[in-house]
Structure formats: structure tokens, C-alpha cells
């Protein structure tokens, strides 16, 4: 492509709005405008990237016997409302009315309309499995859009859906999508992880998350360093290791402590590590208060809570509820003579004499044994992981990381079949529920991951695969007929070597061309200039080592081809260090 014919709208500042360096990049390299909060325009380099990511998602799903397939956006609320999603699925579905007050929503995922259509043509056992894919664009009324193409409201999904008829076909159903996942993570070229991820009720290891590793990413990763076991935090197990329990304790005591209303305000009063006092929280899970303890130097985590009483939906309550039902404002909250279910973090059970709240401002309980003074309804793994535990796997050490979702599978099994009766025949001619898995990858959000990744003070430096041109040719001499013929005829013959060339032939400033050709990324670059003309060269950089040489002109074809494999050679080694 020629530059001057092309809308490519570089901009030399950063947006000040955009808060992250996708997010910067991708405005400034001219890839996308914003329309509104969450809504962007992807602008023709933009799409171009979309659809080289796209492509790759294609190969691979074709190849994996998935076949392609586009559903409409618009979805009726009656499936939704089959499944108890329109209730439950809360603000980020966006509804909305026809001119005959039918509801609708735009769809933010797909699994109401794709089992409608197959629980319509599926008879027998001898239909399944069924295994089909869309890309397609999603709407999702995030509280928070944020982070550019991160986190958009609209944004580009490939969604995947399988219908088998026993749990063997489902486990192999997954399997192949996870194989493809993790084939389609390293063709781009990312640097990434599939961590275990959180399964809802369905529980069991079925649902796995493939994570961009970037010191950006909202989501976080605990890894151990002995073994290869990497899950995400919401979901990574806390192993209690069981310490003794000690003998018993003084009796439980009601203590003034004006204004200490914090653990740390507590731990400083009295003087004892935050891991003698209990935190009590309390939860609203499916419109019922809960309390939650966990060690004062603990975090609790909800979706273990979530998990643990199978709940739908899940909040911190707000002080209006705490003081409902503890009588106190928050921060003195504690769990003896509390009237609400209690669930008790594993770790609690290990150990006595504790310093908890007293349901009563500027009170706290010293000396409470919680077997001895509270009714726990159940110990449970509920506090998040720290780098403190060991591995469950192995036992080994524990770090994180921080990463970006670009990927989910998901083992469905009967959920939503059963809601929606998607049943079939099987050979006997008992009439049995089908199981469905779900597979959807961020397309979009790959495009701001892979930049998170691979970029300089420069701009933005793209893993070969998905770069928007592999190489850029610079005419710095566009005035100079003899120049500009060379130059021509060079483009001439990288497009017939197949090579995708964006040729700066704008009559610019040689700084202004530098600039524009390291911000849009393209791994290659090659310069033609009078004086390296009149030597018979052309000068080559390679945007992400920054190296420089020359290749002679004459034998064009050759030494071009020698480089670039030069270039993939070392963007490949990049790659396979994974
Ligand atoms: P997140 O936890 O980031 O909100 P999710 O669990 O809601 O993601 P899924 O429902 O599994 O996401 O959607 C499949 C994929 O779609 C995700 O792995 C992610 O890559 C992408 N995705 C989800 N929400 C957004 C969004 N708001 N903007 C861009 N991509 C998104
Ligand atoms: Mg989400």
C-alpha cells in the first residue's frame, strides 16, 4: 500500500484520557478512534490487525473440526429469561424495547441462542457432537470501560460452542479447544499462560484461562516455581497445613476500644500480630446476610464464598445492612452472639484466643475460642492465596504475576440444557440432556495484549503475525526522480515476493516518516535515500532489536529474503523461549 493514499491519522501526543500504553499506541498510530465511553472505531490499520488475528483464530478452529458460523446480536429476552440469566446477569446486559414492548438485549455472550437453535434440530445421538464458532461483536455494559480496546463495552469475541451426547465426547470437545488455544496463543506470538481458572458451581478443572502476561493486566496469577501449576487467584487454593490446636483460652471478654475500627488500629492498641484477630465480614449472597472470618491479615475471597454456598449473586453488604444485623457500624462486626450463618476460613480452625469485634461501637471481644464461643456452619477454604503458602500441587514456593484474559475455556456440562430442555435420543431411546462447553477469545482485547507486551519509548514493536504491515519502505528522497524510480521499483518487487509493504511515498520530512514507521511497528523497515542510491544500497532496520544493516541493491530479491528470515529467526526464538 502507498501512504498517501491510505488513512493512517498518527498523532504526535498522547491522548491524555488514555491510561494505558495499548491504549495510548493504538490512538496515536492512528488504529482507532473513540466513539463514545467503551466504543471505538477501528480504523483501517486497526481492522487489518483484527482480521490477522482473526485469520489465525479461523485456521485453528477449522482445523479442530469447528465450524463457522453468525448469530445475530440482537437476542429475545425470553431465552434469557429461561435460563434465569435475565435476572441474574445484572447491569452489564443491555435491554432494550421493539416498537411492540417486546424485550431484547444485545448479546454479551451466546449460549441461550445457540442451544435454542440446536435443542430445534437435535433429535437423535447420531447429530452429535455438534461444534460451531463465531466472531462476532459483543456488547457488555462493563461498570468500568476502561484501558482502550482492554475493556470496551463493544468489542470483537470468537465465541465456540460444543454439544456432546456423553462426558467422554465433552472431555474431548475440550480438549481440542484447549490444544487450539494454545496453538492460537503462540502463532501470534504472545507470551502467555493457561492458568486454571474459576468453574462456578460446576466445579471439577474444567475451565481454564489463557492470560497475556503483562505488568498491565486486571487479572492476577499465582504460580508455583517448582511445578508447572498457574491458576488464577480467584480460584487458587489456600492449603491450610493444618497447625495444632492449642489448649483452651481465658473466657471471652467484652473490651472499650474507642475508635479502633481497623485490624491494623486493634494489632497496634494491643499490641499482637493482625493474625490474632479475626476479621468479620458480612456478605449478601442471593439476598441473605452472611458473616465471613478470616485471620486479620487475611483478604477473604468471594467467588470461594460464591462457590462454596453454589450462590448466584454475591456483594460486600453496605453499612446499612451491617448495622441491621450487628447492631454496630462496620469495623466492629464479630462473630460471637451473631444471629447469621458464619463461615469460617480453614486457617481459623487451627488455632484459639482471639481478638474479634463485639457487635457494639468501639467494643471488641478478646480471648474468643470460635469453636468454644461461636456456631461456624463451616470451615472452608474462603481467603485468598499469599505469597506466605505453599503450592497444592507440590508444596513448592508461591509468586504471582499479573496478566490480561485474552482466552477462556469452559466446561459447561448440563447447565444450560437442563434449563432449556436441549435433549436428544440416545441409542437405547431414553431421552438424555446434552453436554455443552463454551470457548470464547478476546480478538479485540488481543490487539491492546499483544501492544502491552511488545512496545518501546518508540511505539509500538508488533510480533510479526499480527502486524498490520511486515515491512515499511522509506523514500527520503521523494523529490528525486531517480529515487523515487528505485523506490518504486523496489516496492514493485517486495509486493511480488509476496511481501505486505506499506511504501512512505508522502512527500514528508525524513523525521516525520522515521517517527511514523516506529510508531505504526511494522518489524521491518527498509530506507533509500540519494546518498545510499548513489553506493548502489538500501538500508535495512530491524524495529525490534533497533539493528541496522545494508542490502545491495542488485541482488534485491536474495538479500531481502536472507534478512527477513533473519528477523522471523529471531522473533521466533523470542517466541519459543516460552
Ligand atoms: P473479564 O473477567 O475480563 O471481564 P470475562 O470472564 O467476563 O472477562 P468471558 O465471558 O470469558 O470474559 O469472555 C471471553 C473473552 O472475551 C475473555 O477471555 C476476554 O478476552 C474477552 N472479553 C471479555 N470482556 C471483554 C471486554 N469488556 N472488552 C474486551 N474483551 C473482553
Ligand atoms: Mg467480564
Redesign the pocket.
Known amino acids: 500500500m502507498r501512504y498517501s493514499s491510505c488513512y493512517i491519522p498518527t498523532l504526535r501526543e498522547s491522548p491524555s484520557d488514555a491510561e494505558v500504553i495499548s491504549h495510548k499506541l493504538l490512538l496515536r498510530a492512528g488504529m482507532m478512534r473513540r466513539l463514545t465511553s ?1 466504543i471505538y472505531i477501528y480504523l483501517p490499520l486497526g481492522l487489518k490487525i483484527l482480521d490477522k488475528i482473526s485469520a489465525i483464530v479461523r485456521e485453528e478452529m477449522n482445523a479442530a473440526a469447528f465450524q463457522e458460523l453468525l448469530m445475530p446480536m440482537v437476542q429475545p429476552a425470553d431465552l434469557w429469561k429461561e435460563t434465569g440469566r435475565w435476572e441474574y446477569y445484572g447491569q452489564e446486559l443491555l435491554r432494550f424495547k421493539d416498537r411492540n414492548e417486546r424485550e431484547y438485549c444485545l448479546g ?2 451466546h449460549e441461550e441462542v445457540i442451544t435454542d437453535m440446536v435443542r430445534g434440530e437435535v433429535r437423535s445421538y447420531r447429530q452429535l457432537p455438534i461444534r460451531l464458532y463465531q466472531i462476532q461483536t ?1 456488547f ?1 455494559d ?1 461498570i468500568r ?1 476502561r484501558f482502550g ?5 463493544e ?3 470468537k ?1 465456540a460452542y460444543s454439544f456432546d451426547a456423553d462426558a467422554a465426547g465433552a472431555e474431548s470437545s475440550y480438549k481440542k479447544m484447549f490444544k487450539a488455544y494454545m496453538r492460537i496463543f503462540r502463532r501470534l506470538g504472545l507470551k502467555f499462560r493457561a492458568v486454571e481458572a474459576d468453574s462456578g458451581s460446576i466445579g471439577g478443572n474444567f475451565s481454564h ?2 492470560m497475556v502476561v503483562a505488568d498491565t493486566g ?2 492476577t496469577i499465582a504460580f508455583c516455581h517448582s511445578c508447572d501449576y498457574a491458576a488464577n487467584v480467584e480460584r487458587a487454593e489456600a492449603v491450610w497445613r493444618g497447625e495444632t490446636v492449642q489448649g483452651d483460652c481465658l473466657p471471652c471478654e467484652k473490651t472499650g476500644m474507642p475508635g479502633a475500627r481497623t485490624v491494623a488500629d486493634v494489632a497496634a492498641l494491643l499490641n499482637v500480630p493482625p493474625a490474632k484477630i479475626i476479621k468479620t465480614l458480612i456478605f449478601v449472597v442471593d439476598n441473605t446476610p452472611v458473616a465471613v472470618l478470616v485471620r486479620g491479615d487475611r483478604e477473604a475471597n468471594e467467588i470461594k464464598l460464591k462457590n462454596l454456598l453454589d450462590a448466584k449473586v454475591i456483594h460486600l453488604a453496605g453499612p446499612d445492612i451491617v448495622k441491621k444485623v450487628t447492631n454496630a457500624s462496620c469495623g466492629f462486626a464479630g462473630p460471637v452472639g451473631l444471629n447469621l450463618p458464619i463461615y469460617a476460613d480453614l486457617e481459623l480452625q487451627g488455632a484459639t484466643d482471639y481478638i474479634t469485634g463485639a457487635n457494639e461501637a468501639d467494643s471488641h471481644n478478646t480471648h474468643v475460642d470460635l469453636r468454644r464461643d461461636v456456631r461456624v456452619a463451616a470451615f472452608a477454604d474462603l481467603r485468598a492465596i499469599t505469597a506466605e503458602d505453599i503450592c497444592p500441587r507440590c508444596g513448592g514456593k508461591i509468586a504471582f504475576t499479573k496478566g ?5 475455556v ?1 466446561m459447561l456440562g448440563l447447565k444450560y440444557s437442563e434449563a432449556m430442555h436441549a435433549t436428544f435420543l440416545d441409542e437405547n431411546g431414553s431421552e438424555r440432556l446434552m453436554i455443552m462447553g463454551c470457548y ?3 480478538v ?3 490487539a491492546a495484549a499483544a501492544i502491552e507486551q511488545n512496545h518501546d519509548r518508540y511505539g509500538i514493536v508488533f510480533p510479526p503475525p499480527l502486524a498490520p504491515f511486515e515491512c515499511v519502505l522509506i523514500n527520503l528522497d521523494q523529490h528525486n526522480a531517480v529515487v523515487t524510480d528505485t523506490a518504486e521499483d523496489i516496492y514493485s518487487l517486495l509486493r511480488s515476493m509476496g511481501i505486505d509493504v506499506l511504501y512512505d511515498d508522502r512527500d514528508e520530512r525524513p523525521g516525520v516518516k522515521f517517527k511514523d514507521a516506529d510508531l505504526l511497528g511494522a518489524p521491518m523497515q527498509l530506507v533509500l535515500g540519494n546518498k545510499g542510491l548513489a553506493r548502489g544500497v538500501v538500508e535495512c532496520k530491524d524495529r525490534r532489536s533497533g539493528e541496522r544493516c545494508e542490502l545491495v541493491i542488485e541482488n534485491l530479491r536474495e538479500n531481502f529474503s536472507l534478512w527477513a528470515r533473519q528477523v522471523r529467526e529471531h522473533w521466533e526464538a523470542l517466541y519459543a523461549r516460552q
Not at 480496546?149 to 463495552?153: D, E, Q, V
Open positions: 467503551g454479551p455472550t459483543k457488555r462493563e470501560p480496546l482492554m475493556r470496551g463495552r468489542f470483537i469475541m465465541d484461562e489463557f486486571e487479572d490480561i484474559e485474552v482466552g477462556h469452559f470464547g477469545i478476546g479485540s482485547r488481543i
